[in-house]
């Protein structure tokens, strides 16, 4: 019985947003509206992700964009099919995209009172030898959709209403919190719908893997190298943590909230502010993170506190597991 209820009682992003919208009486649905148009840009890559290799899609667009980074075919691409379903969506009035130095102020007659921060196309480098890439993005209300500003995106994470990712691996799935929860949907193609496949994600409150780059471990910092050592050699008789580093954000931290254990961009002598950013790649994670019962940590603060003055601006990021996270927050506050 429960298969076959399951099988006809579909429920897909949109029912389940519209479900959200009705505990809200005030609002008019444009939440609504815009997160459609998230999903229908994450359908729209999901399909040009899959058959890049065929269409020609793979290697440089031959541009570099703020990041100093050169530009991916699909990097450019996704970056053009979200700036206008989100502009087209008359929800949302400021945009920040990892591939424009500047930030878009949505023209007056198509605004509307969502600012949208994201990364279109997340793990770049993973493009041409088809390892799973995806698109981070967060959601802040505009003070005032009269006089948008940057100060409007310049906020601490913790005002964000949503975030979520779209990951592109061997199934699309969409992972959403609106500020209660966190649940996953996967990409049905043959409905072209996504449905809820993970409700309400909680991560695991420790871990036994540990994610992180070891090619920069000659320039870490104290903490940050003691904990990974501590990953492989502890101290007590427990057994050395698992490294598992796929080098797309999206990929690490989904498989971290779904098998816990810990993500880790830190500092560095070469980039004291690491190298993930904070608006489209700290902010959204961190903001599930949380969400989900695991925690997010700056080496400094709580990720979701930081104050960012710049669009582009980088932070270093340990996330996950709650408990993993504690291990490496008491670390850093020995140092402090
Ligand atoms: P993007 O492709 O959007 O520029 O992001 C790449 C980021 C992130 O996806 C990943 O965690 C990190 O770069 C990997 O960096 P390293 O290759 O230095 O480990
Ligand atoms: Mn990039
Ligand atoms: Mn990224
Ligand atoms: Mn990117």
Redesign the pocket.
Known sequence: HSVEAHRTDLMTITRYVLNEQSKHPESRGDFTILLSHIVLGCKFVCSAVNKAGLAKLLGLAGET?I?G?EQKKL?VLSNEVFVKALVSSGRTCILVS?EDEEAIFVEPSKRGRYCVVF????????IDCGVS??T?FGIYTVKDQDEPSLNDVLQPGKNMLAAGYCMYGSSCTLVLSTGSGVNGFTLDPSLGEFILTHPDIKIPKKGNIYS??E??AKNWDGPTTKYVEKCKFPKDSSSPKSLR?????????HRTMLYGGI?L?PADKKSPNG???VLY?VFPMSFLMEQAGGQSFTGKERALDLDPTKIHQRSPIFLGSYDDVEEIKALYAEEN
């Open positions: 964009n990041q980074e990097d990892e990364d279109p196309l997340d793990g770049s480098s993973n890439i995806g981070i992180v780059n090619g920069n580093y796929i080098g797309s954000m999206v990929a690490d931290v993500f961009y190298k993930l950013r790649e």
